[in-house]
């Protein structure tokens, strides 16, 4: 099957550095997306990972290793505003469209 | 530029009931994604659209259905709903530069609730 795994919850203080990691069992696909979703609100995209290796984008990370089969999202210089589920999801080989969500990481940002 | 719109944003319907859930996409996206989100998950595709033709399907009963319109606005349908549909419903679109397997932009959902 296909799956993905994310730590459940993961609290840091402010102005700290915080890495989420997310490990996936799937065959072939395109690339490693990482999403911010707030309570109730619309999931919003943040990094996209077709190649190995680091896409840095501002305070926000992401990185890539498909032969570790491993990635994960870093998040610099944090603001009690990241206090946010995170999620990370990969898109398969000729199944069009479709994202795999990984279950979502709870991160809490602590003044 | 407006965003994913969805409507309603929530919706209280009891079993047995069927339910239509609209979505119009951001201005020049032609693809149009729903998924499902359990409270405390990541979500889970159910349907894609690409000018008005189902590209793929997820693992849901043949009770969801889903339509794109030539405007590619969509609608999402659900029939004899049961207490476990309940959940926030996604609408996501895609540029077509870039993808959906890249980046989505998804609507705030609706929330639905069966009781």
């Known amino acids: 099957g296909q799956s993905l795994e994310q730590p459940s919850e993961v609290t840091a203080v402010e102005g700290a550095i915080v890495q989420i990691n997310c490990t996936y069992q799937t065959s072939g696909f395109y690339g490693l997306s990482w999403y911010q979703q707030h309570d109730g609100g619309a999931p919003t995209f943040l990094s996209y990972n077709a190649l190995d290796g680091l896409e840095e984008t501002g305070r926000f990370s992401s990185f890539l290793s498909r032969s570790d089969s491993y990635g994960y999202l870093l998040l610099q210089e944090l603001q009690m505003k990241d206090s946010a589920s995170y999620f990370c999801?990969?898109?398969?080989?000729?199944?069009?469209?479709?994202?795999?969500f990984g279950q979502g990481t709870e991160l809490s940002v602590k003044p | 530029d407006a965003g994913v719109t969805q409507s309603p944003t929530h919706l209280i319907k009891t079993r047995g009931q069927h339910v239509t859930l609209r979505c119009s996409p951001i201005s020049g996206h032609k693809s149009v994604s729903w998924y499902q989100q359990v409270l405390g998950q990541g979500p889970q595709f159910i349907f894609q659209y690409y000018e008005k033709e189902e590209r793929g399907r997820g693992n849901f009963p043949d009770r969801f259905s889903a339509r794109q319109f030539p405007n590619y606005s969509s609608e999402l349908n659900v029939n004899a709903l049961l207490l476990g549909d309940s959940a926030l419903y996604l609408c996501a679109s895609s540029s077509p530069g870039q993808g959906a397997r890249e980046k989505l932009f998804f609507g705030s959902g609706t929330q639905l609730s069966v009781l």
């Open positions: 999801a990969v898109s398969i080989y000729n199944q069009g469209g479709k994202l795999i």
